[in-house]
């Protein structure tokens, strides 16, 4: 039995991996912390609410004293960060959060870990605690490829290009230097673009999905050709699991889903497979009547290109040679397999999104985040 905080629990990712965990690991306790900034949603986390092994805390990762006590008070000896701000596009319009929870945070959550785990038992003469800290970063930190370049391998070199990749960046080198300074337990995933249920809306893939079901036009950066590897959310969280379970300490670990798609090929993916779902089944044009599909049109006629994201990165594929290899990490779901649940998961929980979007929807229409 073991006692894991989880910071960020209530997002996208956060969320996935609570469900994943306390379906595989039945007898851990887990904490979750989360400040439920607009990102984190606690009917993320309405399914294990009532569970007796789950405790949600509200709160922020910079608050350093609140980590210790929770650290102290649910003897917690594992921790796995997913908090962060996590949208390319808002750090572009305001960095300062970025740095903020991404950067500070992180340190505040590694000076907490150390003196708990490690100052204080020492001071009092004990061994340190046996402990993990696992760090979730993303393959951003690497910059990006060229069409023809090799994927990102654990040992090709930083260069971020956006303030969010930056902060993340920052926050891979305190945890790294946290290990190797003062000799924390960490490891630390780099992943490539998740997807699935609960994914926040204003990102592509739900972005996509909702506006075609409102048949509003479905906006596309630039060219379109700005490719991404796609992961399901819940392999992101088996990738943890094996890092968790059989990762080395100060170890870091690629996670990707082998999966390259340019965002104009998910598009037409989606509505390819929301004219698929709308023949198949008949009651949902009677409840979304808006939607193309319902009236037997081509939804990709929604296709609308807007103005590129300064500085967008052209393309991140991952190299999960060495995690496939060490920690026998497969992806579960096909693309093809993962992304029918996705859009089966939006189509059968319209309330989820509907509250999220809380009567904004008008300015969401506008906005593509990827
Ligand atoms: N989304 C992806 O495709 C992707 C890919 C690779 C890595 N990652 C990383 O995975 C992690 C989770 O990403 P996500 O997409 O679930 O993000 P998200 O934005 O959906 O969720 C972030 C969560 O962190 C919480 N949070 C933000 N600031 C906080 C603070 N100061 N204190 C406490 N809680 C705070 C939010 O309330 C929210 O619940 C991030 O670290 C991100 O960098 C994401």
Redesign the pocket.
């Known amino acids: 039995m073991r006692n894991l905080l989880v ?8 969320a996935n991996f609570v469900h994943y965990w306390m379906e595989n690991y039945p007898d851990d306790r887990l904490v979750v ?5 607009y ?3 606690l009917a993320n986390l309405a399914a294990v609410q009532a569970n007796p092994h789950f405790t949600f805390v509200q ?4 608050d350093q004293a609140l980590v210790e006590s929770l650290l102290l008070q649910h003897e917690i000896t594992t921790l796995v ?7 390319v596009d808002r750090s572009i319009t305001g960095p300062d959060e970025f740095i ?2 991404n950067i500070l ?1 992180t340190y505040a959550l590694l000076k907490a870990t150390k003196k708990i785990w490690i100052d204080t038992p020492v001071s009092q003469g004990q061994p340190a605690l046996e402990h993990r800290f696992h760090h ?4 951003e930190v690497y910059g990006t490829l060229s069409a023809t370049d090799p994927a990102f391998t654990e040992a090709t070199a930083y260069a971020p290009n956006s303030p969010y990749s930056a902060s ?1 960046a920052a926050s891979d080198h305190l945890v790294r230097a946290y290990h190797h300074t003062y000799g924390l337990a960490v490891t630390t995933s780099n ?4 997807y699935g249920p609960y994914h ?1 809306p204003e990102k592509l893939i739900p972005l996509v999905i909702i506006n075609i079901l409102h048949n509003k036009p479905l906006p596309i950066y630039g060219d379109g050709m700005q490719i991404r590897d796609w992961l399901y959310v819940q392999d992101h969280a088996y990738g943890i699991d094996l890092v968790l379970n059989k990762g080395k300490v100060g170890e870091t670990y690629n996670i990707g889903g082998n999966n390259e798609w340019a965002n104009i090929n998910i598009v037409q993916e989606i509505c390819h497979l929301l004219e698929k779902a709308f023949a198949e089944d008949k009651t949902l044009a009677h409840k979304f009547p808006q939607a193309l599909a319902a009236i037997h049109q081509k939804t990709e006629t929604l296709i609308t290109y807007v103005k590129d994201r300064p500085g967008h990165d052209r393309r991140y594929a991952i190299d999960a040679t060495k995690t496939n290899n060490e920690l026998g990490y497969i992806p579960r779901e096909s693309f093809a397999t993962g992304i029918a649940k996705t859009v089966q998961w939006y189509l059968a929980n319209e309330a989820w999104w509907q509250a999220v979007m809380d009567g904004s929807y008008q300015d969401w229409l506008t906005q593509q985040y990827v």
């Open positions: 910071t960020g629990g209530a997002g996208f990712i956060g912390l989360d400040a439920l900034t990102a984190g949603n709160g922020n990762i910079c960060h997913f908090a962060a701000e996590s949208h903020e929870t945070g979730v970063s993303t393959d993340k992943c490539s673009n998740n926040f």
